[in-house]
């Protein structure tokens, strides 16, 4: 049984460009959470949805910021214009409702914005 | 403001002793805490979890222990094994909220 799948595993980039990054939760998973992981910040989660509907995105950093999930089997989130300050690895978890369960976590992007 | 805090950013243990991680909490909403391990070029994976109407939770090597009072849990890892060398990170939440709160994480090294 395939875990949580990220896309790319690793981006480098230049600053202003778009980038956009996929997952895939595992299968029946109702809960899918976008983290970042930094030195300075440690992991933060940005946003997460249930059901394919964005809960909760104030931990978006700003406007340049987006996520989406169109079905339950698909999110991306997307940086336009990134900047090097958003470099960092960008994991997506996913989890089963009920109970209290952790989350399970897919392999990381990590992007480099030179 | 940090609410679940990782004050020691690493530790050294001899293989065979025993491997204590702590984290401390400032949200007395928290009920539920969690232990993650994570690998270099991985991500996190589920460890260990313990309820707050608990004080104890044992899952074969791995001990976790909460004193709600001293807003405070630890992980105890014994026999500490070299394949134990990993990031491990705390986190917590609350009530009906589904997301995580973690800790910066504690790179634990065991020496063969």
């Known amino acids: 049984d395939a875990g949580v799948i990220q896309s790319p595993r690793h981006e480098v980039t230049e600053m202003g460009q778009e980038v956009t990054l996929r997952c895939k939760p595992i299968?029946?998973?109702?809960?899918l959470f976008w983290y970042r992981q930094t030195m300075m910040r440690g992991l933060e989660l940005l946003i997460y949805f249930n059901n394919n509907v964005p809960i909760d995105d104030s931990g978006m950093p700003e406007d340049r910021f987006s996520a989406k999930m169109p079905n339950a089997s698909f999110s991306t989130l997307k940086i336009q214009p990134s900047e090097p300050r958003d470099s960092a690895v960008y994991f997506c978890?996913?989890?089963?409702?009920?109970?209290?369960?952790?989350?399970?976590f897919g392999p990381g992007t990590r992007l480099t914005v030179l | 403001d940090q609410q679940v805090k990782q004050n020691s950013p690493s530790l050294s243990v001899q293989e065979g002793r025993i491997s204590i991680l702590n984290c401390d909490y400032t949200?007395?909403?928290?009920?539920?805490f969690l232990w993650y391990k994570k690998y270099p070029a991985e991500g996190p994976t589920f460890l260990i979890s313990?309820?707050?109407?608990?004080d104890k939770n044992e899952d074969g090597r791995f001990t976790v222990f909460l004193n709600k009072s001293a807003k405070h849990l630890s992980l105890h890892i014994v026999p500490s094994q070299p394949g134990d060398s990993a990031v491990y990170f705390c986190?917590?939440?609350?009530?009906?909220?589904?997301?995580?709160?973690f800790g910066s994480g504690t790179q634990l090294t065991v020496l063969p």
């Open positions: 299968s029946g998973h109702d809960y």
């Open positions: 949200n007395s909403m928290f009920d539920y």
């Open positions: 986190a917590a939440t609350s009530g009906s909220a589904r997301q995580l709160t």
């Open positions: 978890a996913s989890r089963e409702g009920q109970g209290r369960a952790g989350q399970f």
């Open positions: 313990i309820s707050s109407i608990k």
